[in-house]
């Protein structure tokens, strides 16, 4: 069970938009910086959102994120096909003095 | 450019210890607060622990369920980071990254190696 809660899966036709939730306490998201990754098969993670909305150098403005209170989302917007993978979100824990991750999110374009 | 590079997975017995090593380039590694994340098949991320900088003490924080088998530690003079792993278990079977943050002590990670596939097996 991770600290951070995101939804197994989400689903949504080429063009469409689709939004990843980040649910975490506040211990974790309430008081720390939420960041944003993505993951395709057999790769290593790549950095998407950085301290909750800044988007990481090179990465398509088609992302987004956002946070309020202790939940955040990724928003991902004119959905294509090369976006199919998963999603994690992170945030420091000061209770727990580590880093949190979520389960992750797997995309599929329809 | 700058690069991270993992070495030393391969398969081990249960009961038994591994270091992992991290060759970093590219940056200044000897500011970097550098991570180590783990993902077993099919999983998903999990963070196992930092060390900071010299300068910040080089002091390691780690993740409850493997603070008791884990060390980290570095060479800064070789730009290398360390994962000690002991007493190892089936569970511990999974990809290592190392992990540089975007700011130094950020706790977000701008650069990830591609991994080191640890198997424990009898």
């Known amino acids: 069970q991770s600290v951070l809660t995101q939804p197994p899966s989400v689903s949504a036709a080429p063009r469409q938009r689709v939004t990843i939730s980040c649910s975490g306490s506040?211990?974790?998201?309430?008081?720390?910086?939420v960041n944003w990754y993505q993951q395709l098969p057999g790769k290593p993670p790549k950095l998407l959102i950085y301290?909750?909305?800044l988007l990481s150098s090179g990465v398509s403005d088609r992302f987004s994120g956002a946070k309020s209170g202790t939940s955040a989302s990724l928003a991902i917007s004119g959905l294509q096909s090369e976006d199919e993978a998963s999603y994690y979100c992170?945030?420091?824990?000061?209770?727990?003095?580590?880093?949190?991750f979520g389960g992750g999110t797997i995309v599929t374009v329809l | 450019e700058a690069q991270l590079v993992e070495s030393g997975g391969g398969l081990v017995k249960p009961g038994g210890s591994l270091r992992l090593s991290c060759s970093a380039s590219?940056?200044?590694?000897?500011?970097?607060?550098m991570n180590w994340v783990r993902q077993a098949p099919g999983k998903g991320l999990e963070w196992l622990g930092r060390?900071?900088?010299?300068?910040?003490?080089?002091?390691?924080d780690y993740a409850a369920p493997v603070k008791d088998r884990f060390t980290i530690s570095r060479d800064d003079s070789k730009n290398k980071l360390f994962l000690q792993i002991n007493s190892l278990k089936t569970e511990d079977t999974a990809v290592y990254y190392c992990?540089?943050?975007?700011?130094?002590?950020?706790?977000?990670?701008?650069?990830w190696g591609p991994g080191t596939l640890v198997t424990v097996s009898s």
């Open positions: 992990a540089s943050p975007g700011g130094y002590s950020s706790s977000w990670f701008v650069l």
């Open positions: 060390i900071k900088s010299k300068t910040d003490g080089e002091t390691a």
């Open positions: 992170s945030a420091w824990d000061r209770g727990l003095n580590g880093l949190v």
């Open positions: 506040s211990s974790n998201i309430g008081s720390n910086a």
């Open positions: 301290y909750n909305d």
């Open positions: 590219g940056f200044t590694f000897e500011h970097a607060w």
